[in-house]
């Protein structure tokens, strides 16, 4: 037998006797043969450590950048804006509105449609910013609804000075923040990001 390299390279004996000693150089060859088969490398055993290596590497990069574009991902956001009354304009304007901000955005004009949106794909949404005053359902009888679906989405209630919804009415039910008239734009998209915020840290 001879090692090179770390390479186990094996010789057998040549005997041609079948006697007592033809019998021991058998099974000797039998046995380097084996171990011939059973050893690896130096070179081979380096050459598998650096791809399981650069296999951990590539897993590693590779949940970084799923990682990223989770974290990165348009939030999703289910806006409920009876006859306009959000902003007091078109609905499509608030919608504009938030995808320019780089949301992504589910608007409805009526509670019962929000809420069979909302049911059918829950986790598609991180947060609802909803009306108080709508036909078939308020949007304090939505949040209820919502909540039962889903206890952990984020909801911004918009009421008007006539409502007769208070902040501690709304928090108790599970509203997270809470809009008053004059809803302009920017205080609307600051609630918003600091609702998500806030549910980012927690």
Do not use: W
């Not at 450590?49 to 348009?74: F, G, T």
């Not at 449609?113 to 304090?140: C, H, K, W, Y």
């Not at 006539?162 to 809009?179: L, P």
């Amino acid at each position: 037998m001879r090692i090179s390299r770390g390479n186990l390279k094996f010789t057998e004996i040549r005997y041609k006797a079948r006697d007592e000693i033809g019998n021991l150089v058998d099974a000797f060859n039998r046995m380097g043969r084996d171990l011939e088969a059973t050893t690896v490398s130096r070179d081979s055993l380096i050459r598998e450590i650096e791809e399981r290596k650069q296999m951990e590497r590539e897993l590693r990069e590779s949940e970084k950048r799923y990682r990223s574009l989770v974290e990165n991902a348009p939030l999703g956001i289910l806006t409920i804006n009876a006859q306009g009354h959000i902003l007091d304009t078109n609905p499509r304007l608030l919608e504009r509105m938030l995808m320019h901000l780089g949301y992504r955005v589910t608007s409805r004009t009526g509670s019962v449609e929000a809420l069979a949106v909302f049911r059918s794909q829950p986790e598609n949404f991180d947060l609802v910013l909803t009306d108080i005053a709508m036909p078939n359902m308020s949007g304090l009888e939505l949040s209820e609804e919502l909540l039962r679906i889903r206890a952990d989405i984020p909801i911004v209630l918009c009421t008007g000075f006539s409502e007769t919804v208070s902040r501690e009415k709304a928090i108790a039910v599970g509203i997270r923040d809470y809009i008053m008239k004059p809803f302009v734009s920017s205080r609307i998209a600051a609630t918003i990001r600091r609702v998500l915020d806030k549910e980012r840290e927690e």
